[in-house]
């Protein structure tokens, strides 16, 4: 079955920490995306690359950090100087052929302690 | 810049009523349109999309029609269920420069379907 997996489901982050966010596509997708969700709000693009060794930033990078070794991982870490890290995190791909649609991972919700 | 401005929420339904949900947008050229569907506690999965003006987009007894004239892309559904109960998401994809795009979200509208 291809998709999209992201893990942990829940993560925890106390004061001053680092924590990273999995992101594994198995659809042969070029392009990859992360996204901030907070309620009411809708989804908030914080970084996207598309293609190996190359990713850009979106609306909101301040405080977040990725890399993409891999065509198929596209992990974030979220540092300590994002002060307000409590989101549901939500990791997409997509083509690159035109107007592609993306398609999203289930989700991983971020908590601070 | 592109934008997507959504009904404000949230909407209750009672079983078998009739849906209507509004989406405007704002975008340079011709955007592709898109509604995404959240069921608690998960991902976005696309609902139905339209890529051109007049296209229609249908699934799972959801329509939606692309209307340049009036920016809009509503979305509706003849007789909602309880499992059609989540969070709707309209959003715009607008080439640019380049192979790929970004889409551009509105802020969502959680539907309740009561039986």
């Known amino acids: 079955d291809g998709g999209i997996t992201q893990s942990p489901k829940y993560l925890f982050r106390k004061e001053g920490q680092n924590v990273t966010l999995s992101c594994e596509q198995n659809l042969n997708h070029d392009a990859m995306y992360w996204y901030r969700q907070d309620p009411g709000q809708g989804l908030r693009l914080i970084y996207y690359?598309?293609?190996?060794?190359?990713?850009q930033k979106g609306d909101i990078a301040e405080g977040y950090s990725v890399s993409r070794e891999k065509k198929e991982s596209f992990p974030l870490t979220v540092t300590s100087a994002q002060k307000n890290p409590t989101a549901f995190y939500l990791c997409a791909s997509s083509g690159l052929a035109g107007v592609e649609t993306q398609y999203f991972g289930p989700g991983t919700r971020l908590l601070v302690l | 810049g592109n934008s997507v401005t959504q009904m404000e929420g949230p909407v209750t339904l009672s079983e078998e009523a009739f849906l209507t949900i509004n989406c405007t947008y704002t975008a340079t050229g011709y955007p592709s349109l898109f509604w995404y569907v959240q069921y608690p506690g998960e991902g976005l999965q696309l609902l139905l999309k339209a890529t051109k003006a007049d296209d229609k987009g249908s699934n799972k007894g959801f329509e939606a029609t692309y209307r340049k004239e009036t920016t809009s892309f509503h979305l509706e559904k003849g007789s909602v269920q309880v499992s059609d109960s989540a969070v709707y998401f309209c959003a715009l994809n607008s080439p640019y420069t380049g192979a790929n795009s970004k889409l551009t979200f509105g802020k969502g509208i959680t539907l309740s379907v009561r039986p």
């Open positions: 690359s598309q293609i190996v060794n190359d990713f």
